[in-house]
Nanobody, 118 residues
């Protein structure tokens, strides 16, 4: 599975942004897709995930502001980010969890930088 993210950039606090990630390759094996982020000097953290069932999981810090969605026809996962804050500044990584023989495998995109200025 290959993941290609897009849509990052420089934004002001309070603005909105949508980033996208297109999956290719063995997409039939994907069980869930989502987004993680890594701020400078910090560990990578979960932002939001969506399972094939539609079940979602969000970090507390983004609940009510960010919305994850998927377009299965386009093999794409989106992250709508509203009311941006400076603390949302990070590299956002697309993630997919795929089924392989014997278990699951994590797939990562290359990351897209989101910078929020106050």
């Amino acid at each position: 599975v290959q993941l290609q993210a897009s849509g990052g950039g420089l934004f002001r606090s309070g603005n909105s942004l949508r980033i996208a990630c297109v999956a290719s390759g063995s997409i039939f094996s994907i069980n869930s897709m989502g987004w993680y982020r890594q701020a400078p000097g910090q560990q990578r953290e979960l932002v939001a995930t969506m399972a094939n069932s539609g079940a979602t999981n969000y970090a507390e810090s983004v609940k009510g502001r960010f919305t994850i969605s998927r377009n299965n026809a386009k093999n794409t996962v989106y992250l709508q980010m509203n009311s941006l804050r400076s603390e949302d500044t990070a590299v956002y990584y697309c993630h997919a969890l795929g089924a392989v023989i014997g278990g699951n495998r994590d797939y990562w995109g290359q990351g897209t930088l989101v910078t929020v200025s106050s």
